[in-house]
Structures are given as structure tokens and as C-alpha cells.
């Protein structure tokens, strides 16, 4: 007796067309608005209601428009920052601690290393500190990685408290402004160490560092050894070796570039935004990041335009608390919401899915 079976195969996709990540990813999207959305009719809110606030709260008009590109401007820069690391397989999760350091490399030139210098030196300094400052706190992890395999996941995730920590330290401890009546931060900055603003705006030059810093990456990765290096070692590192790869100074290279990304990030924080340095600078920008660079595929032009939608959905949640009286947390909902869709959506980026209908010969059993 013959009968039928549907047989379920799954064939590894090895170079998955850019159409099928767009749909992948425009659909993790969808699903999230679509899931966060039924958890608000569940809470007796109109979905559509909530999210029309959201957008009115984050491009409604030219400040909210212009808080938008404030938000921005670190996820850009951290976003950068973990892609590149990222694209080696080196998974670093430590530009929250990265971001801090280059803030703190940047304070300490400001306040106490050229504190009357004139704003075309201090700025410079300070962006070359920040780098310095986020390249080192990266480059620890990578020395840990490349000399003793250690797990960087770990080892990145680790130094981000040792980072917070430590600026903590120093706002509480030493850095702590004699003026300030017992509260945590540094003095004020010279307001030659401001970085210039957009009108009368909060937006600032860091936008700019952001933006040269995706547009330079990019040719980098495209157009050069080194980013050619970056990819054959992320793909096979055996290969690389095999084919005369310096495959463990890249890794302290590659991780100590990623953390002078977030470094800059820090700097343009205190420096465009704050003007000295506090207690907490980054709500969690280097968390974040991971999700911006696996959204835009570790794209360096499409982290511009993810890092963009992410400060929409951050500027946006915080304005519901005022717009309707719903709690910010709804953006942090959405955020987690994207990113757990768009890990299933790499099951459909990466396999194909085949359904077939086999014979199968059966024997009778007579009782």
C-alpha cells in the first residue's frame, strides 16, 4: 500500500540576496508593531492612537524633529562602533563602557589639561581623547581575546560596570565640583570645549562626526585590504591565517577602532549635550546599538537611517508620559519587540524552507 508524507528539508542559504534581508527585516519590524500593539488593546489603549503620538512627540515639528537627531547622534556613532566589530565576528558589547571612557578622556582634557585653550584646539583635543579613551577600553578585551581566547562577549559586558563605575567615582570622589552643594559632576566646561549647535537647537557637530565617520567606514570596508581582511577573517579564520592574515593583531585593531567609535560618541555627549560630566551619560545608547547594527545589517549608510528610526521610537516614547499618560517604557517594549523578531528573521535569511510530498510504502497488518 502506498500512502503520502510531507517531508520538511531545510537548505542553508549561503549568500542570501539584499531584497530578501530587506523583507526579513521590514517584516520583523511589522510583526513588532503588530505584537506591541495587540499588548496595548489588551491594556485598553488604541494602538494606533499610541503610535500616532509617537511620531507627532518625535518629527510633530522642527524641536521634536531636532530632539530626534540629539538621540541620533550616539546611536549612529555606537551603532558604528559595535558593527564593526561585529563584521569579524567579534561581538562586543561593550560600547556603553566605551562610550563612558571616551566621555571621561574628554572631561579630563576640558578641565585640566587645556582648559584656556581656544575652541579650534580644545575641540580637537578633546575628539582625539574620546578616541583615545574608547579605543584603549576596547583594546583591553581584544589583547584578552587575541593572547588568551578569552570570551569577548564576556570580558566587554564585564568592563561596561567597571567604566560606569569608575566615572561614578570620579564625579563623586575627586572630579566632584566644590560648588555644586554635595551633588555628583564635574565643574561646568570651558564654553570654549562646547561643540557648535544648530541654531538655537540641542543638535550639535557630533551629528557630523557620526555621519563622516558611516561614509568613511564605509569605503573602508568596501574599497580596502583592511575591510577586505575584516570580512574573509569574520568568515573563516582559519583561512585567513592559512592565507598569511595577521588574524590576531587585527582583532586588537578591529576591537580597539570599534571602542574609539563609542568613544567619540562619549565625547560628543558631554561635550554637545551636557557640558561636563554627570553621574549618568548614556541611557543605555551602547545596548541599543546592538540592535541598530543587526537591523541595518551591519551596514554602515543603512546604520544612518536604523540608528534614526530607533531615536524616533526613543524620542517618541518618552513624549507618550505628557501626549497621553501612558509610561516611556512602551519604547523600550517596541525596541525588544523588533529585535527578538529580527533574530527569528534570520532563520528565514539564512535557510530556505522545503515542503515535499513523498510515496511511502506501507504494509498492511492484519490482527
Known amino acids: 500500500m502506498t500512502i503520502s508524507r510531507y517531508q520538511i528539508r531545510l537548505e542553508r542559504i549561503h549568500h542570501a540576496s539584499p531584497a530578501r534581508w530587506t523583507a526579513v527585516t521590514v517584516g520583523s519590524i511589522l510583526l513588532a508593531l503588530i ?26 515639528d522642527k524641536y521634536a524633529f531636532s530632539e530626534t537627531l540629539v538621540k541620533m547622534t550616539p546611536l549612529l556613532l555606537t551603532g558604528l562602533a559595535v558593527a564593526i566589530a561585529f563584521r ?36 580637537p583635543a578633546m575628539l582625539i581623547a574620546g578616541a583615545i579613551g574608547g579605543a584603549l577600553w576596547g583594546a583591553v578585551p581584544g589583547v584578552l581575546r587575541a593572547k588568551f581566547n578569552a570570551n569577548e562577549t564576556i570580558t566587554t559586558l564585564m568592563l561596561n560596570y567597571v567604566a560606569i563605575l569608575f566615572t561614578q567615582y570620579l564625579v563623586h570622589g575627586p572630579w566632584r565640583d566644590p560648588q555644586a552643594f554635595g551633588f555628583p559632576g564635574t565643574a561646568p566646561f570651558p564654553d570654549a570645549a562646547a561643540l557648535p549647535h544648530y541654531q538655537t537647537y540641542r543638535v550639535h557637530l557630533g551629528l557630523v562626526f557620526g555621519l563622516v565617520a558611516a561614509v568613511m567606514l564605509m569605503v573602508v570596508l ?39 567609535l563609542a568613544g567619540i560618541a562619549g565625547m560628543s555627549e558631554v561635550a554637545g549635550i551636557g ?41 517618541g516614547s518618552d513624549q507618550l508620559q505628557t501626549a497621553i499618560g501612558l509610561p516611556g517604557s512602551v519604547g523600550p517594549m517596541l525596541q525588544g519587540a523588533i529585535l527578538f523578531f529580527l533574530l527569528a528573521g534570520e ?21
Open 275 to 315: 557640558h561636563s560630566l554627570q553621574r549618568s551619560i548614556s541611557p543605555g545608547y551602547g545596548y541599543t546599538a546592538i540592535i541598530v547594527a543587526w537591523l541595518a545589517r551591519l551596514n554602515p549608510i543603512a546604520i544612518i537611517a536604523v540608528s534614526f528610526l530607533m531615536s524616533v521610537i526613543l524620542v
Open 347 to 367: 532563520f528565514l535569511t539564512n535557510f530556505r524552507v522545503h515542503i515535499q510530498r513523498v510515496a511511502v510504502e506501507a504494509e498492511l497488518v492484519h490482527g
Open 88 to 123: 569579524m565576528q567579534l561581538w562586543n558589547i561593550g560600547a556603553e563602557g566605551q562610550l563612558y571612557l571616551g566621555a571621561v578622556a574628554a572631561s579630563g582634557v576640558a578641565l585640566f589639561v587645556l582648559p584656556d585653550a581656544s575652541s579650534w584646539v580644545l575641540i
Open 35 to 60: 505584537t506591541c500593539g495587540i499588548v496595548l488593546l489588551i491594556s485598553g489603549e488604541n494602538p494606533l492612537t499610541v503610535y500616532r503620538a509617537m511620531l507627532d512627540g518625535a518629527l510633530g
Open 222 to 260: 568596501r574599497r580596502t585590504r583592511f575591510g577586505y581582511e575584516i570580512d574573509v577573517i569574520g568568515d573563516n579564520p582559519r583561512a585567513a591565517r592559512y592565507a598569511g592574515m595577521r588574524t590576531t593583531r587585527m582583532i586588537i585593531i578591529v576591537l580597539a577602532i570599534s571602542g574609539a
